[in-house]
């Protein structure tokens, strides 16, 4: 039996609750009896109920000695829902096979531990820098107390997100554009600046795939300067709205954007704007796991300078719009080319007659 074939299988599903299941893990799980798929699951929204049960649903009596494979280490605790590991003993299964452990204090270790104990071979490793990346945003949360970062920089083939003048819409095309709200869905937040909310008016909701899940939105603007019934007020109804500022912004518009429906989480500032590690900090600390910051430039630049970028998705048109116009990124300050954060390349497509790349940092590649 190859089990790297049905773990690729159970990734490819708790990929498709990537953004629905913070401040949980997106598991995926497929149990494999006599060479045959009998049961398929992922974490349902809201990060209830688990994978496994799911999984061993619908398998019914078939997931007796069968083999399941898990995207990350089954549970072994008792929370709002019974544990994974001990579903997966009671069920009968011959053999765990696990992509990686679980780094969460409450298992490390002791969900394989409960398998090994009740008789259950148990497996590990298997595509397990896959299974890494996918869950990078949940162990970030618990290790380093931040949420994993995708930036996402669409510009033309100079780097330019607008002209001189500010005209930006549109550089890049229809179907790039559609990409985009497909990366929003797989994430738990979208996240942008308040120049950026100020400019461009947007409404940070996925539209036109067909479905009614809507990240949360985040805009970080130190003084709550946000422009009244702008996209992002009037959409309140269709999407969460969470607005970072810092101590000391004014009352009034405190209470303006709290009876509008925002929650608003004050951050700490450095230097005249909200400090990064704080901001993120407390979104961690709220369950996001996951965040797709869609710039602006200065707010791309601070996620750069504190490293706090772990993932590049980049879009770029044929289209050069000269030094006068407006770069993707603030400046960073860099001396030395030695100084500047690398990342590697993982895929190139081509997107309509755009061109979209995927940079991760190198110590997180495959």
């Known amino acids: ?18 953004g629905r299941t913070w401040p949980n893990p997106a598991v995926g799980c497929v149990l494999v009896r006599d060479g045959q798929v009998v049961g398929r699951g992922w974490t349902a929204g809201g990060g209830r109920p688990h994978a496994e049960p799911q999984a061993l649903q619908q398998a ?38 696990a992509a990686i452990g679980d780094c969460d204090p409450r298992v490390n270790g002791a969900g394989f531990a409960m398998l090994r104990a009740a008789g259950i071979s148990v497996t590990t490793g298997v595509r397990a820098q896959e299974a890494r990346q996918d869950h990078a945003g949940f162990f970030l949360r618990i ?14 083939f100079d780097g330019r997100i607008a002209t001189a003048s500010g005209e930006s819409q549109w550089i890049t095309q229809a179907p790039a554009r559609r990409a985009v709200h497909a990366l929003r869905a797989r994430h738990d937040a979208v996240m942008i600046g308040g120049g950026t909310a100020r400019h461009d008016d947007p409404t940070l909701t996925v539209r036109d795939l ?18 009244i019934n702008s996209a992002l007020e009037r959409s309140l109804d269709r999407a969460p709205l969470w ?53 602006g430039g ?15 998705v980049g879009f770029q048109a044929g289209v050069i719009l000269g030094a006068e116009g407006q770069p993707s ?14 990342y590697g390349l993982l895929k190139t497509t081509t997107v309509g007659s755009d061109v979209m790349n995927l940079w991760r940092r190198k110590d997180a590649q495959p």
């Not at 039996?1 to 990537?18: E, I, K």
């Not at 000695?65 to 001990?86: D, R, S």
């Open 1 to 18: 039996m190859s089990h790297d074939r049905f773990m690729a299988l159970a990734l490819a599903l708790g990929r498709r609750a990537q």
């Open 143 to 156: 290790t380093e107390h931040r949420p994993f970062v995708t930036l996402k920089l669409a510009n033309s």
């Open 60 to 97: 019914g009596s078939k997931a007796r000695g069968a083999t399941a494979y898990v995207t990350l280490e089954p549970c072994a605790h008792h929370g709002k829902t019974p544990p994974c590991a001990q579903a997966l003993i009671d069920a009968g299964v011959a053999e765990v096979v």
């Open 329 to 342: 990124v603030g400046p960073l300050g860099l001396k030395h080319l030695q100084d500047a954060h690398r």
């Open 298 to 312: 200065m707010l791309a630049a601070s996620l750069v300078k504190a490293d706090m970028v772990d993932e590049l």
């Open 243 to 295: 607005l970072c500022h810092s101590e000391d912004v004014c009352e009034k518009r405190k209470v303006h954007w709290q009876k509008a429906g925002a929650d608003l989480i004050e951050c700490r500032q450095k230097e005249g704007a909200i400090l990064l590690e704080d901001a993120l900090e407390k979104l961690a600390h709220r369950g996001l796991t996951r965040i797709f910051c869609e710039g």
């Open 210 to 227: 067909g479905i009614t899940h809507q990240p949360v939105r985040v805009v970080l603007s130190k003084s709550l300067d946000l422009p």
